[in-house]
């Protein structure tokens, strides 16, 4: 069979197109697999090529328990109750640790709170109550030495807000946190472990945003003074007993087991609670030798 010029030329031009085709796809493919110049290694793995370095997390502090504080603690039954009754345990908790100020809280012991004859408390709505617990509280944290500096910068705003102040003052290591209608002392150091400071009271702070006119409030009797230190052997007749402080009716105990175990902070205005164990174990000790 033979084919004529015109079909002869077609099937060179196929021919021709076919061959054009494979030659570029050999071309391409040893241009795509050829080596780098120079490139003896390998790239580094894509996850290596992102990566980045950071400084390591900041160490959180270690956090504590203020209901295991305030049980131990006592006694401030009375202020932990109200904590719980208005939800604000988490509230200071979270101000304590999830903010870089602190916090400061100010606990009055529950002789205070039974001070307030009725209807001082008992008339407050729930909102004025949490308001009243958040006005015992400073948003920073504060140490018992810093107040001398809090103390020269006129009223400081509470937890509670900017209608709720009250003045520090702070004289010869005296503390004592004023509000309009309260004036109460700083007797004690319950824990001062940044990031929370709590601080004992001897009243309850009563703000004017609460209550405008003074409300009744019995008179708060002192802490009792520590017991003086026993005599030494040899000193006194065998029918000398070592005098001993009778403790004050309505002081509150402090020869309760779980207290003694509780972690109390040494420092605090002149109410230091380690103090006041220490001499009274010492007096017991002493009448148990002359007993003998």
């Known amino acids: 069979m033979f084919l004529d010029a015109r079909d002869m030329r077609r099937a060179v031009a196929l021919l021709a197109a076919v061959m054009l085709s494979v030659a570029s796809s050999v071309l391409h493919h040893a241009v795509a697999h050829r080596p780098l110049a120079g490139a003896g290694a390998r790239l580094p793995p894509a996850a290596s090529l992102h990566r980045t370095d950071t400084w390591p997390p900041t160490p959180q502090a270690k956090r504590v328990n203020l209901t295991a504080i305030l049980t131990l603690d006592g006694p401030f039954r009375a202020f932990l109750g109200y904590l719980q009754q208005t939800n604000l345990v988490e509230v200071f908790q979270n101000q304590a640790y999830l903010t870089d100020q602190g916090i400061t809280i100010f606990v009055p012991v529950d002789t205070a709170f039974a001070a307030i004859k009725p209807p001082g408390l008992s008339g407050l709505s729930r909102h004025q109550l949490k308001n009243l617990m958040m006005s015992h509280s400073l948003a920073k944290h504060y140490e018992l030495a810093e107040f001398e500096g809090l103390s020269r910068i006129g009223p400081v705003t509470t937890l509670a807000g900017g209608l709720f102040t009250v003045n520090v003052t702070y004289d010869a290591g005296a503390v004592h946190v004023r509000s309009r209608w309260a004036d109460a002392k700083v007797v004690g150091s319950v824990s001062v472990d940044a990031p929370m400071a709590i601080y004992e009271l001897d009243r309850v702070l009563l703000p004017d945003a609460l209550f405008r006119a003074q409300p009744p409030v019995a008179a708060v009797p002192d802490a009792p003074a520590a017991p003086p230190p026993a005599p030494a052997a040899g000193e006194g007749g065998a029918d000398e007993a070592p ?39 010492a007096a017991i000790g002493a009448v148990a030798l002359v007993a003998l």
């Open 243 to 281: 005098p001993t402080a009778e403790p004050h009716p309505a002081a509150p105990r402090r020869d309760d087991p779980a207290a003694a175990d509780a972690p109390v902070s040494a420092g605090g205005a002149g109410g230091d609670r380690l103090a006041r164990r220490a001499a009274a174990a």
